[in-house]
């Protein structure tokens, strides 16, 4: 009867191993759709971005030609910091137009390597402002 017990034991642990390892393999394949569908949804933010860079860079040189016909009328030294200003847009909407996302990232990635004080300060800056505006809504 004691042999009868063990081996009712050893079945009953036997069982939850196996379903143990029945859970371990849905969870499993449960995390690799996951993954699958979050890559096919980073995949389609970049599309979307792609697809949009023509009309940022449309809009920033817009900016930047407004921006260089008004600065004549500004007062004393604002005149070239408006000038000024209009070119760095200008300066970014070429590189909206000729950089893939892929290459802002990268380039991005390389000025956290060469300068990760003020990138952390950046970060803290734009986490800062989206929390503000995130809080008002």
């Not at 004691?2 to 449960?30: C, H, M, P, W, Y």
């Not at 759709?33 to 979050?38: H, N, Q």
């Not at 260089?68 to 070429?94: E, F, S, W």
């Amino acid at each position: 009867m004691a042999n009868n017990k063990f081996e009712s034991t050893s079945d009953a642990i036997n069982d939850a191993v196996g379903g143990l390892g029945d859970v371990a393999s849905r969870v499993q394949k449960s995390a690799s759709t996951l993954g699958e569908k979050a890559s096919e949804l980073g995949r389609d933010a970049v599309d979307a971005i792609e697809a949009r860079r023509g009309t940022a860079a449309s809009g920033l040189e817009g900016a930047a030609a407004g921006l260089h016909r008004n600065a004549d009328r500004l007062p004393g030294n604002v005149g070239p910091l408006a000038h000024q200003a209009a070119d760095k847009l200008g300066a970014t909407a070429d590189y909206v137009r000729d950089n893939t996302m892929q290459d802002a990232l990268a380039d991005l990635g390389a000025y956290v390597k060469a300068h990760p004080t003020q990138a952390l300060l950046g970060a803290a800056v734009v986490g800062f402002c989206a929390g503000r505006m995130l809080s008002r809504d």
